[in-house]
């Protein structure tokens, strides 16, 4: 027997409310939907007053937005996927958060998926996951796309099995892949493995000082303690651990260890 969901859809568009509903209608049936809202006020009233199980929250509506709402419940004990129109930088920052979300117009798989994800969990938004969605949401976090960020100060959310981590990238030494999974190795502490491709994370982390330097690893340009010359050459990290580099990712990986070394001022 299904699990039975009690949800409400909280969106200031009425076309994606009612295509929402359809869609759950016809491949979630076992999620009720007991109520919608139009704007975060009203969103709000109505979780209090319905206390669901599960919210579809659109981030952006006339006057508060998705977090606002959020950010008025003193627990959020209700689980949370957001429905946006957001493109582009908001996919590397929902990953960065570990939130889930849905892309309008609303893939039907992907709706299932997250819905099935949600049951497998029952867990709440961690008010952590959340500022880490809204500072990489920042608009002019997204004008500078198209050049490497430092590392400093930044926080990645890695879903596991046991919860929630939130790691600086500083204490990232280097992802591993592991199959279907990436290990993560930090300056303290054990390793994080996380149930997600190390292909996912290159993206993820695209915009930083990370480079994947081989098929089976990525490395964070700020531990790399020398490097040898060869065919592809070898990085020392500062945990002393060897990672070989790929004959075709040798250019491109000497080029942006360079401007990090400017950039940083550690050449001068």
């Keep these: 027997m299904k699990q039975h969901l009690r ?3 909280i969106d200031d568009e009425t076309n994606a409310r009612e295509a929402l509903t359809n869609l759950l209608a016809l491949i979630c049936p076992e999620v009720e939907i007991c109520g919608e809202a139009k704007n975060a006020d ?3 009233e109505l979780i209090s007053k319905v206390k669901p199980n599960l919210v579809f929250l659109d981030i952006q509506m006339p006057g508060k937005t998705g977090f606002d709402l959020l950010a008025s419940f003193e627990k ?3 689980g949370v996927i957001f429905t946006t129109a957001y493109q582009e930088y908001a996919i590397r920052a929902f990953r960065f958060s570990a939130i889930d979300y849905l892309l309008k117009p609303i893939d039907p798989e992907e709706l299932e998926a997250a819905v099935a994800k949600f049951k497998s969990q029952v867990a709440s938004v961690n008010p952590q996951q959340l500022q880490i969605l809204q500072e990489h949401l920042d608009p002019a976090r997204s004008l500078r796309l198209v050049q490497r960020t430092r590392n400093d100060n930044q926080r990645i959310a890695l879903p596991t099995a046991e919860g929630i981590h939130f790691v600086q990238m500083t204490d990232i030494i280097q992802c591993e ?3 279907s ?3 993560f190795h930090l300056v303290k502490g054990p390793a994080i493995v996380v149930s997600r491709l190390l292909k996912e994370y290159e993206e993820i982390l695209d915009n930083y000082y990370f480079f994947r ?3 089976s690893n990525i490395i ?10 060869g065919d592809g050459g070898q990085v020392w990290m500062s945990d002393n651990t060897e990672i070989e ?3 075709r990712r040798k250019d491109e990986f000497l080029l942006l260890l360079s401007e990090f070394y400017v950039n940083s001022g550690k050449l001068k």
């Design 7 to 9: 949800a409400i859809i």
């Design 42 to 44: 009203l969103g709000i």
């Design 76 to 78: 959020v004990d209700f």
């Design 177 to 179: 892949s592991l199959g």
């Design 181 to 183: 999974y990436t290990k």
């Design 213 to 215: 330097v081989h098929q």
């Design 220 to 229: 964070n340009l700020e531990h790399i303690k020398r490097y040898v010359k």
């Design 245 to 247: 580099v790929s004959r």
